[in-house]
């Protein structure tokens, strides 16, 4: 019984770090479509159906309602790959 908890923790965590990755989740690279609406990106993530972006390293991440950033390609959308730096303790400021 005891080799068959191990191997449900063992499967549960390997697909819980699969979808991490394919979402860009974890200190991860976020890919987005985007039309240079605000100018120059520093970088930025997803969190729910808002990309948070910041225009440099000091700035605080603010959020994209008016869906200048896309999960999708689109016209006139260009594909950004995006990585998420966070702060020296892991925090993101938003």
Do not use: K
């Not at 990309?51 to 000091?58: C, D, Q, S």
């Amino acid at each position: 019984m005891l080799r068959f908890g191990l191997a449900a923790v063992a499967l549960a965590s390997a697909l819980s770090a699969t979808a991490c990755a394919e979402y860009g989740y974890g200190g991860g690279y976020y890919d987005a479509y985007y039309d240079n609406y605000y100018g120059p990106v520093y970088d930025g993530y997803w969190r729910s159906n808002y990309f948070y972006y910041r225009t440099a390293p000091t700035a605080v991440f603010v959020i994209d309602r008016d869906r200048h950033f896309r999960r999708h390609a689109s016209p006139g959308f260009n594909h950004f790959r995006y990585q998420r730096h966070d702060d020296r303790h892991g925090r993101r400021h938003h």
